[in-house]
């Protein structure tokens, strides 16, 4: 008998499954949208474009994990290579992604991929900043290993979160169109049998080029072809879009946040005040007479 199907869905979304009665768990998620968005958003170039997407991609995974509804992940890049940092959030489902510059163009590298490792650098850190609503958020920080992201990854959840974990990002680049985006997490839980895991090595060259699999066949069918004889079984699926939170009153929190010297200057510049939000490109503006009243707001609270 043929093994479940599992149900096609158009669109970005994450797909949380187990594999082998819940001895693996496993997410694989479609971003090409959001990665198309980012690339717009940003004036991409390519290579920029394959950074913040896999970065978005991965930060994903990480945002669909957590409980609470104001919980979010910050996952922040600091590599040394000329994007300069490299900050994705998450909130659930909605992702949003900023680079210091993402007009970035190298040489595709020797085997004609893009040089997303070139354009993050790999002498530095990677920040992972769970804010769960808490005074304290959580922080774990890592060296990166390659800057290609993907192991960087596989080895934060390793080193920092104990859990042992391939990870496959890929978005695949044609001029400015995002062709397919996507990822996989695989992570055996403790306990599970070594044969499984012997079993899901043996298989990774299958997943490795992930973008370009998901140029061949939709998601679903990639899964069940990937995990055939390991018992799939989708637990659950998430919508994922590019969406940032920002409005007039957070940009009006962030200047009460100066400080009252900061914000007396600013007004005492007469020039009133211009903030853009890095990561969607919207502008506030705020008039001198404006900027006062927030001072005083500031000056009460
Ligand atoms: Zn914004």
Redesign the pocket.
């Known amino acids: 008998m043929d093994a479940e199907r599992i149900e096609r869905r158009e669109g970005d979304e994450m797909i949380r499954m187990t594999l082998m009665d819940g001895q693996v768990r496993v997410m694989m998620c479609e971003t090409t949208q959001m990665c198309q968005r980012a690339a717009d958003i940003h004036h991409a170039t390519p290579v920029c474009t394959a950074a913040m997407g896999r970065l978005m991609t991965a930060t994903s995974m990480l945002g669909v994990m957590m409980k609470g509804e104001n919980e979010s992940v910050t996952v922040n890049i600091k590599g040394g290579g000329p994007m300069g940092t490299v900050v994705a959030v998450a909130n659930h489902g909605d992702l ?1 992604v900023t680079a210091d510059d993402a007009q970035v163009e190298l040489p595709l590298r020797a085997d004609g991929k893009l040089d997303v490792g070139g354009a993050i650098g790999h002498e530095g850190y990677m920040t992972v900043i769970k804010d769960l609503g808490l005074r304290e958020p959580y922080i774990g920080q890592i060296e990166l290993v390659s800057g290609e992201l993907g192991i960087d990854f596989a080895n934060y959840y390793t080193v920092s979160e104990q859990q042992p974990s391939l990870v496959a990002l890929g978005v695949l680049v044609s001029g400015d169109v995002v062709l397919k985006a996507g990822g996989l997490l695989i992570q055996p839980l403790p306990g599970c049998e070594e044969g499984i895991i012997d079993q899901l090595e043996l298989r990774s060259p299958m997943f490795a080029d992930i973008s370009r699999e998901m140029t061949f066949a939709p998601k679903e069918e990639l899964l069940e072809d990937w995990f055939r004889g390991m018992k799939p079984e989708v637990l659950e699926r998430t919508p994922l879009r590019y969406h ?1 939170a ?1 409005s007039r009153h957070r940009m009006e929190k962030a200047l009460i946040s100066l400080g009252r010297s900061d914000l007396q200057s600013i007004i005492d510049e007469d020039t009133g005040a211009e903030l853009g ?1 890095h ?2 490109y ?1 502008y506030y503006n705020f008039t001198t007479q404006e900027l006062k009243e927030l001072l005083e707001r500031a000056s009460r609270e």
């Open positions: 949003k940032c920002c939000c990561f969607c919207s």
